[in-house]
């Protein structure tokens, strides 16, 4: 007999953005909603994070130096990187971000500044 019931699974969410203060509220706020937070400053750190290890969710900034939100996904998808469900954050809502996005995997897209209730929702409709 299973006193304890069954075994919850944490659930791991990449976070791709060169924000740093960003990242440290991010990582507040999902992790007091119990999930684990992995986090890249660029989009070539966060390649490199997806080869390693499994997400249930991504979540990426479109604009940052290095390799930016749209070339991270792209080059994910083009490498065979199966990508889990897709977040993006833009500072932007016009028809430029969408057509930068067309055609790569995102189920989501959220304008900065982000906000924190919106975000749990949202993540928790995807995974």
Avoid: W
Avoid at 55 to 63: Q, S
Wanted: charged share 25%; net charge negative; aromatic share 4%.
């Amino acid at each position: 007999m299973d006193l304890l019931g069954p075994c919850m699974e944490t659930r791991r969410i990449l976070l791709v953005d060169d924000d740093e203060i960003l990242r440290e509220l991010m990582r507040l706020v999902l992790e007091s909603e119990g999930y684990e937070l992995v986090e890249c400053a660029d989009g070539q750190q966060g390649l490199e994070a997806l080869r390693g290890s499994g997400f249930d969710l991504v979540i990426v900034d479109l604009r940052m130096p290095v390799m930016d939100g749209a070339r991270f996904l792209s080059e994910a998808s083009q490498g065979g990187i199966e990508l889990p469900p897709v977040i993006v954050f833009s500072g932007n809502s016009d028809q430029e971000v969408y057509d930068q996005l067309s055609g790569l995997p995102v189920k989501l897209v959220l304008r900065k500044p982000v906000d924190p209730d919106a975000m749990i929702e949202a993540i928790g409709s995807l995974i």
